[in-house]
């Protein structure tokens, strides 16, 4: 039951065993995932979005993302808790870039950090790698340029897309990155950069090529209002359970079938007054 780490990572795409991601946002959620097993917790900037309430995750502030981080980190015991650098805290220059970097590890207790873009932030993340922070890398599709980019679209549909993308991820991985997220990627592309890299790549809506696998959580198990894209399987439909308890609980109060004898409390009873703990 060793921790996860880099090593690990590398490891794990030698010896071709899946790494498995999922997001967590809070502490309960980062609990169950590490219990069962999950190789890394990411507190994505996703959190703006399906626990937020934000339109995109343009909204998302490195102060949103310190406070999650945290909540997640003292849930994961084996896990590796990868946090998301929100919209431009790696843009403006080397020195933020590390500074914001550095209180995602200090404040938050990640242990690294994710941050989106190519060859463009590849002066940012030799620098934070530079201060001793493992830099997850993550092209294709990048949300926080969902304005530039007109929509969330497929990537990697044609070869100029395609040289694009290896560049990039080749780029990343001589800059120091650890592993690649491969978001909404073709699998004929997500699966040469794979064969391409040392490092492992993570897809998201990127095919059964790469070397592990990425989901939002809240898409998984049914836990957000919102469409899911098709590659986002369903594997709880936790808002259906949610709404059958809340619908339970609305009904039996207003029939006062709730509570019953065994909820409440008598002034004579023999029962001690500590409730737990
Ligand atoms: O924010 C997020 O959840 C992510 C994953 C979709 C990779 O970046
Ligand atoms: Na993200």
């Not at 993570?202 to 998984?220: E, S």
Request: proline share 3%; with cysteine.
């Amino acid at each position: 039951n060793k921790r996860i780490t880099t090593h690990s990572f590398k490891k794990m795409k030698e010896d071709k065993e899946k790494i498995t991601i999922l997001t967590a946002y809070d502490y309960p959620t980062a609990n169950i995932l590490d219990d069962e097993g999950i190789d890394a917790l990411l507190v994505g900037d996703s959190l703006g979005m399906v626990v937020l309430g934000y339109e995109d995750t343009t909204q998302v502030t490195i102060e949103d993302m310190i406070h999650h981080i945290k909540a997640v980190s003292r849930g994961a015991k084996r896990s590796m808790v990868i946090g998301d650098m929100p919209f431009v805290s790696y843009h403006i220059s080397k020195e933020q870039s590390v500074i914001n970097a550095g209180r995602l590890i200090q404040e938050g207790q990640a242990k690294a950090v994710k941050l989106e873009g190519g060859k463009e932030i590849v002066e940012d993340v030799k620098a934070i790698a530079k201060a001793g922070i493992p830099v997850m890398g993550h092209i294709g599709l990048t949300p926080q340029s969902v304005h530039q980019l007109g929509g969330y679209f497929i990537q990697g549909k044609t070869k100029e897309q395609s040289d694009q993308l290896l560049e990039d991820a080749k780029a990343l991985e001589e800059a120091g990155a650890f592993a690649i997220v491969l978001e909404c990627v073709t699998e004929e592309v997500a699966e040469m950069i794979t064969n391409h890299l040392k490092i492992p790549t993570i897809g998201i809506g990127a095919g059964r090529k790469c070397d592990g696998q990425v989901l939002v959580t809240h898409d998984m198990i049914g836990f957000y209002h919102s469409k899911s894209p098709r590659f986002a399987k369903r594997y709880v439909d936790l808002h259906e359970q949610i709404r059958n308890g809340v619908h339970g609980y609305i009904k039996e109060v207003k029939e006062n079938r709730f509570p019953q004898e065994e909820h409440v409390f008598k002034m004579n009873s023999q029962e001690l007054d500590k409730l737990y703990g």
